[in-house]
T-cell receptor, first 116, second 111 residues
Framework: DAGVTQSPTHLIKTRGQQVTLRCSPKSGHDTVSWYQQALGQGPQFIFQYYEEEERQRGNFPDRFSGHQFPNYSSELNVNALLLGDSALYLC???????????????FGPGTRLTVL | SQQGEEDPQALSIQEGENATMNCSYKTSINNLQWYRQNSGRGLVHLILIRSNEREKHSGRLRVTLDTSKKSSSLLITASRAADTASYFCATRNSGYSTLTFGKGTMLLVSP
């Protein structure tokens, strides 16, 4: 039973560039949430995708966008990168389908993004 | 924004001792969860306690929840060097399925 996977593991970009991070949820899960974790801080919620739509969004600018595919995998895109976007980006999957929803979120190992 | 505040920020103990971490939060919750994170990697779910529960056990873990004080505690008994990690509390607010995390407690267990 595959857990949550994320790619790439590490990424170095320069200011102004764009980046795409990828996540595959745990088998059987239908919902993907993305979190940003700055050094020394707790994860902060970016957005959540369910049924290929953005279901909820945290306090992040429009430079952060995402997508969910029919196989439930998801992408996080960040445009016009800033130095402050350097962080660990975590993907978490869960089950939201009515009658089967779970409260526990399973996290992937994260993608460490460095913006120079 | 952070919902919870963990206390202490860092804790250093010897193997075999108990470790207690506290978490306070601000709004009404559906449940509260504790996660562990090793070396800045992915989070591992430890235990979940619902708003109508007061105490829960899982192996060497004991979690309490006081909704009147909006606080929770995580007790790790008979700690091991392998328990060295950062521990986060996360709340699920009523009506939402996403989690709001605190800043975490760094636990160091020395052999």
């Amino acid at each position: 039973d595959a857990g949550v996977t994320q790619s790439p593991t590490h990424l170095i970009k320069t200011r102004g560039q764009q980046v795409t991070l990828r996540c595959s949820p745990k088998s059987g899960h239908d919902t993907v949430s993305w979190y940003q974790q700055a050094l020394g801080q707790g994860p902060q919620f970016i957005f959540q995708y369910y049924e290929e739509e953005e279901r909820q969004r945290g306090n992040f600018p429009d430079r952060f966008s995402g997508h969910q595919f029919p196989n439930y995998s998801s992408e996080l895109n960040v445009n016009a990168l800033l130095l402050g976007d350097s962080a660990l980006y975590l993907c978490a999957s869960s089950l939201l389908r009515a009658g089967a929803s779970t409260d526990t979120q399973y996290f992937g190992p994260g993608t460490r993004l460095t913006v120079l | 924004s952070q919902q919870g505040e963990e206390d202490p920020q860092a804790l250093s103990i010897q193997e075999g001792e108990n470790a207690t971490m506290n978490c306070s939060y601000k709004t009404s919750i559906n449940n509260l969860q504790w996660y562990r994170q090793n070396s800045g990697r992915g989070l591992v779910h430890l235990i979940l306690i619902r708003s109508n529960e007061r105490e829960k056990h899982s192996g060497r873990l004991r979690v309490t929840l006081d909704t009147s004080k909006k606080s929770s505690s995580l007790l790790i008994t008979a700690s091991r060097a392998a328990d060295t990690a950062s521990y986060f509390c996360a709340t699920r607010n009523s009506g939402y399925s996403t989690l709001t995390f605190g800043k975490g407690t760094m636990l160091l267990v020395s052999p």
